[in-house]
């Protein structure tokens, strides 16, 4: 590469304070940064950016993790999100990595006979894995998974009740009582926030339905990206004893990594190929 070459690109690239600036922004917007992210944004290599990481690390304004970093467990707790983003906003955000959990989430239950999916955007990923498995019975919620598994030969169920048409989810009082009779072998459970306190999410119809899950399953799988890592909303779906696998793309904080401990979850990380 030419002198000029090198020049032009190093203009193009933000100083050391704007990096910092940036890295500080999109840590608040998103809950967790990657180094793979940042640096594919800033147009610097790994090492750089794993020292703007540990220097932002000694004034106390963020706390590394295994590919990343999250925001310091000494400042506050979580960041509260009091809006809920609709489903399409949600499945851009932090797109990568959801599809690596769901890639890992699809494997993991493809030994199972009876599933029952949650709405979300992870778990919708997840559901377009599963088409080729005609053994297995889906129990969801989610009328976006009933549409896109409709066309196969798996055998699909939903419950009765009333639609969100946002979320197009099915809930109520109905949907929990038909479900609430019935077994599944596995549940994958989506949700908004993850914090030492437990997992979080926007809606107390959703929530009523994936606590049925959780309470009728055999094994209960919990897929959260690490944007969600330190972020509560509005309803506590329940503590990490309800759950025996969480599927993320990063090593959880210190303080989510002891709690999780505590209840004696198998974490597993959906690396990247």
Sequence with gaps: MSSS??????????????????ILERLHDGGAVTVTEL????GV??????????ELERDGLLERVHGGAVPPSRGPLSLLDDVEPNFEARS????????RIADLAATFVARYRTIAMDVGSTTFLT???????????????SLRIVEELSSTNLEVYVPGGRVRPDERSVMGPIAVEQFSKLYFDVALIGLSGLTA???????????????????????RVLLCDSSKFRRMSLVRIGGFQEIDT???DALPPSDIASALAA????VRIATAP
Excluded: C, W
Excluded at 127 to 141: E, G, K
Excluded at 197 to 219: C, P, W
Excluded at 263 to 266: E, F, L, M, P, S
């Design 5 to 22: 070459s090198r020049s032009a690109i190093e203009k193009e690239r933000p100083p050391a304070q704007a990096r910092l600036a940036a």
């Design 39 to 42: 640096a594919r944004m800033f």
């Design 45 to 54: 290599s790994d090492m750089t950016v794993r020292r703007d990481l540990a």
């Design 92 to 99: 851009r955000n932090n797109q990568d990595a959801k599809k």
């Design 127 to 141: 559901a377009q894995l599963l088409r080729d498995l005609p053994h297995i019975r889906v129990f969801t919620n």
């Design 197 to 219: 306190e437990g997992m979080f999410d926007y809606s107390i119809e959703d929530t009523q339905m994936k606590q049925v899950y959780l309470q009728r399953s055999a094994h």
């Design 246 to 248: 969480l599927i993320t």
């Design 263 to 266: 209840a004696r979850v198998d």
